[in-house]
């Protein structure tokens, strides 16, 4: 038996074309479901690198603002000290608290602007090995939906720029004067006291040492003994790393000297007396336990506040007088 195609196609012509037309239109949803089915995951694909890069950027700009609010809470815990005259019992420890209550803080307005929740722990507040920093290292982890840090950061904070708290601490009614801190008849008051007035104190009369931590840009400091470099130096304030100057911590805590490797300035004698012999112009002598006496040395300096200092062998050696 043959099969008349034509007649076939003819007689089933309505049942072909509803047939046909049902697939093109599965087709269609069928296509309308893959297109919508990849572009969902391309979406979702963006959404996800774009939370990604939102978790990277603010765990970035959480670590980039620790270095600031830390050096905030430094400066404003010096110039507590300063304006209150009580020193630091535990510098470390008390500046490690305010800076984790000042995170804190920040955790909590992250979590406000963000949805991220942040746990952070300032391990430790210590010297590093340049004194002129101070390091605080910190334990942090941050979690936002289904991402998840976690690290420990330390970051370096200069105390350039910063007050140097110890002569407030050390003498009552002293003068500041622009960046410089005039100590009146403080000073011999308190070298008088600290020595039975055993050592000449008189050209301490309205003494002057430097308001601002700054390092002295004279780096090979045997230098200062020559081409009036050292009254540039005393001109500007500098300070000068020393194995037996105090550092910053223990200087907020009204200690001349310590352990660590420190910080000293010139304290320039204000009257110049008959006697050839003072105590050292040096800081940590003469806020040290035991200041001593050096020898009278004229600087070259046109400016008669800054044009002699006092200073030992030492001193001599160190900053290029010998």
């Known amino acids: 038996m ?7 196609l003819s ?15 599965f087709s269609f949803i069928l296509v309308g479901l893959l297109v919508l089915e990849t572009s969902n995951y391309i979406n979702n694909n963006k959404i996800s690198e774009i939370n990604d890069n939102n978790f990277e950027y603010i765990i970035e700009n959480y670590k980039a603002n ?7 809470i430094i400066n404003e815990t010096s110039i507590n000290i300063i304006k209150n005259k009580n020193p630091l019992s535990n510098s470390r420890l008390e500046l490690k608290n305010r800076i984790n209550q000042k995170l804190k803080e920040e955790n909590t307005k992250y979590y406000n602007n963000y949805k991220i929740t942040i746990a952070s722990e300032v391990l430790d507040v ?18 936002k939906d ?7 950061e330390t970051c370096k904070i200069s105390v350039v720029g910063l007050y140097d708290p110890l002569p407030f601490l050390k003498c009552r009614n002293i003068q500041v004067e622009n960046d410089k801190i005039n100590y009146k008849n403080s000073l011999k008051n308190y070298l008088d006291e600290n020595t039975n007035g055993e ?32 009254e540039n130096c005393i001109l500007n304030g500098y300070f000068h790393k020393s194995r037996d100057g105090s550092c910053y911590l223990c200087r907020m805590e009204g200690r001349g ?19 050839n012999r003072s105590i050292v112009s040096i800081d940590h002598v003469i806020f040290g336990e035991n200041p001593y006496p050096g020898e009278l040395i004229i600087l070259n300096n046109t400016n008669s506040d800054f044009n ?4 030992d062998n030492g001193h001599k050696s160190k900053y290029g007088f010998i």
């Open 257 to 275: 000297n310590c352990s660590h490797y420190g910080l000293e300035t010139f304290i320039v004698p204000g009257i110049l007396t008959e006697d």
């Open 2 to 8: 043959r099969l008349n195609f034509k007649k076939f």
């Open 308 to 311: 002699f200092i006092f200073l």
């Open 146 to 152: 289904d991402n998840s840090y976690s690290s420990e």
């Open 66 to 72: 620790i270095p600031v609010l830390s050096l905030e």
């Open 11 to 25: 007689d089933n012509k309505g049942n072909i074309i509803s047939s046909i037309s049902i697939v093109l239109i």
């Open 199 to 230: 050592i000449n104190s008189e050209p301490y009369i309205n003494g002057k040492s430097p308001l601002i931590i700054k390092e002295c840009v004279y780096q090979d400091y045997t230098s200062h003994g020559t081409n009036g470099l050292c």
């Open 126 to 143: 210590y010297n590093d090995e340049d004194p002129f920093y101070i390091n605080v290292k910190t334990r942090l982890n941050f979690t």
